[in-house]
């Protein structure tokens, strides 16, 4: 299936949906729910992503079998060579030195499958309903609380069409990229962090957001909501307030949408740009994003910075919460270093190094806002940046 990365072809009903199934008919969850999190649509699709999520833990240094002995082997051939592991050695040092390691191998083969596999083990299962689900999102279109908006016109820009963490048609590319995206983000929060299926992460991040030092926070925005847990996380702390996400990804909005009428809580979704958000000058309050930035290239950066200054009113706080860099960036060990190359080169994380070779702070300082980067973590020690805009 090629979609050609073009916003109105993840938005029309593609000919491969034969079945006529009327758009009145709403929330598919043939499996029930777990308190918040529907279950996927076959009982061996859920089996699959659970044994993935297992093997992820598995080749993790520190949590599994496979990974302690990669861990072990990594050291033992980098000392057996004089380098010492601890040390902030690049990449192209080493390298050739762990490549054809079977220990090593064995391990990122299992870590790039297990990656693959659990992308598509999920894709196919909602293409196999896809007539079910885009009933689903068509029946949520035009409903509330909230609205969407989509715009099959918008023009993706380049460095947006990868397809990022090896995500099958990336975050514009599958009608489905959103629920795709939502169940593939589950398996790497249960296997990096405590799990996440009630969107526990983003209830933590959004409960030590700052506010704006005059209390008052009457609109606010998500940069790059994708699937809208943050953004509907953050109306669930601010209920009084007008919560808007915005994506590039036509199916991420649709997909944050569609959840947002499940779940009953009233967020705005729209496909727009962050770079171009179309909203007034002064706009909003609080201007919040979760992990976008290091998925951008640094023009992009550059610019959405610049966009959130203008939307954001006198007063109001920015906070964005990302990779730590900069004065943030921990230092560095060889296994590090590997692992974030391996991110790089093989996980797809396009503008992951650009990101974090710059100072973000000091990107946000560039555009005219008041920094302080010693604020807490916001999320698993992800930096994050108190930002303002002077009263
Ligand atoms: C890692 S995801 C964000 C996750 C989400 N904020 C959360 O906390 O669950 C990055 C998102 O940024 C979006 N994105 C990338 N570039 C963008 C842009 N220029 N404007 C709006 N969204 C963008 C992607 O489509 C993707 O959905």
Sequence with gaps: MNYLFKASAVIDRPKYVKKAVPASLSDVEPRGTIGRMERLPRLDGESLVDFFTGFMVYGLPGRGALGNAFAARFKAILEDNGLNPKDDIPVERFLHLVQDDHIIGSRLQAWLSTIQLSWKTIQDGFHEKADDYFAEMEGADKAGPGTLELNPDLIIPAYAKHEIHLQPGGYVGDPFSGYINYYYANIFYAAFYKGNTQDQVQADAVSRIPTPADGQVQRILDMGCATGRLTLAVKERFPKSEVWGIDVGGPMVRFAHTRGIDLGIECHFAQRLAEDTKFPDNHFDLIISSIMHHEVSAAATDDIVAEAFRVLRPGGVYFPMDHRTGKQLPKRDAATNFFVWL?????????????????????????????????????????????????
Excluded: C, M, Q, Y
Aim: no cysteine; hydrophobic share 40%; aromatic share 10%.
């Design 343 to 391: 991110d790089h080169h093989v996980n797809n994380e396009v503008w992951r190094p650009e990101f974090e070779s710059r100072d973000f702070a000091e990107v946000i300082r560039g555009a005219g806002f008041d920094v302080d980067e010693n604020v807490r973590p916001a999320r698993f020690g992800n930096g994050v940046i108190l930002a303002t805009k002077k009263a």
